[in-house]
């Protein structure tokens, strides 16, 4: 890559980029090839292609142990971030490969290990470099940081494109390994969002200690359990403390992980995947009225849509509409807000946003690595 191609890039108004997400379940990537047309609320964003990669266990077991600060220490961080760096940059260059879109960017969001906005700190792995290096293509990465150094919780980084691509009113959650929430206003100024807890990353651990499965596929696991409601009132109890904050806010799996639940005996490790769906979307309708504006409709994104116990949870529990839209966007929808930003990037807008946030002031997102 030349610098006359970067400066092309900059100049142009529309552009097809490939944006590369791995959420807080590291159970593999969703790939989404988005055109971005403009800037701002006025951005025209196409979904042209998308594919879902899923790891094999053992590497999703070698990525989840490096969130573990009992098992990880910075030579396990370092080995880690090359070696995913390198499953990701396969898993792109084969998606290239079928695809017949000429693919000018890669926005990639790396691989969140740890997650600390108490300490303004994150930390997201996958090396860019072997990504622009193996593909050929400019990768923007590195969302987090920029907001962070400005006071923010470089989180839920997804609002913006929440606000570009919906209605206002609505309510756009998604069920990834954290559940987050945002409300979206006309004004960019009055748009809301936040971690509202775990979403499945929990959930995600019984079925693998008990079922050896990576996940509940189908909610199959929590429809055939009931719900224990002494044991959702511990696992209320001991979210209080998140609860509780105020916006903004944002966590991840340093909190809801195997420590969460030491001491949890269910009568059946299927009511306890039952109890922890009831528990997830509890505190995510609990977090909405407590918290945010009167909205209209739910739309929800991200794997927890795909299960149909946690989404008539939601509906029994909110009183709302609940959308879950077509299987292609929930699942690619992050990556598209990916896109989004590195949209904006090259546009030189910033796409933070100081209220989700709490950051001083918007910036621009995103660093830059060449081929």
């Not at 002494?230 to 992980?257: A, M």
């Amino acid at each position: 890559m030349i610098w006359n191609e970067i400066r092309d890039l900059l100049s142009s108004d529309s552009r097809d980029i490939l944006g590369v997400m791995s959420g807080t379940s590291a159970d593999g990537l969703e790939l989404a090839i988005v055109n971005c047309s403009g800037s701002g609320k006025y951005m025209k964003v196409k979904l042209l292609e998308h594919s879902s990669v899923q790891f094999e266990s053992r590497f999703h077991d070698e990525i989840v142990r490096t969130f573990d600060p009992s098992l990880s220490g910075v030579d396990r961080v370092n080995r880690m971030n090359f070696l995913i760096g390198k499953r990701h940059a396969d898993a792109i260059k084969s998606f290239l490969d079928r695809t017949e879109v000429k693919v000018e960017a890669i926005a990639y969001h790396g691989q969140t290990v740890y997650h600390d906005p108490a300490m303004h700190a994150t930390l997201q792995i996958g090396e860019a470099d072997i990504v622009s290096s193996e593909t050929g293509l400019p990768v923007v990465f590195d969302f987090r940081k920029k907001d962070m150094v400005f006071g923010g919780e470089g989180a839920p980084i997804i609002p913006y494109f929440d606000w570009i691509y919906f209605k206002s009113g609505i309510y756009a959650v998604n069920l990834g390994g954290i559940a987050n929430v945002t409300y979206v206003a006309e004004k960019l100024e009055d748009v809301k969002a936040f971690d509202t807890g775990p979403a499945n990353c929990l959930i995600d651990l019984v079925a693998k200690t008990y079922f050896n499965m990576e996940f509940d596929e189908g909610g199959k696991i929590a429809a055939g359990g009931s719900v224990d409601s002494e044991i959702l009132d511990v696992l209320i109890e001991r979210d209080r403390k998140y609860f509780e904050r105020q916006p903004p806010k944002s966590t991840g799996r340093e909190v809801y992980n195997k420590a969460f639940l030491e001491g949890i005996s269910a009568s059946s490790p299927e009511n306890l995947v039952r109890t922890l769906v009831r528990f997830s979307v509890f505190q995510l309708v609990q977090s909405i009225n407590s918290y945010l504006p009167l909205g209209k409709r739910i739309v929800v994104t991200g794997g927890g849509a795909l299960n149909p116990v946690m989404i008539e949870d939601l509906k029994l529990l909110s009183g709302l509409d609940v959308e879950v839209p077509d299987k292609t966007f929930l699942q690619a929808k992050e990556a598209m807000g990916i896109a989004v930003l590195a949209q904006e990037f090259f546009n030189g807008v910033e796409a933070n946003v100081p209220s989700v946030t709490g950051a001083r002031k918007r910036v621009v997102l995103g660093k830059l690595a060449l081929p």
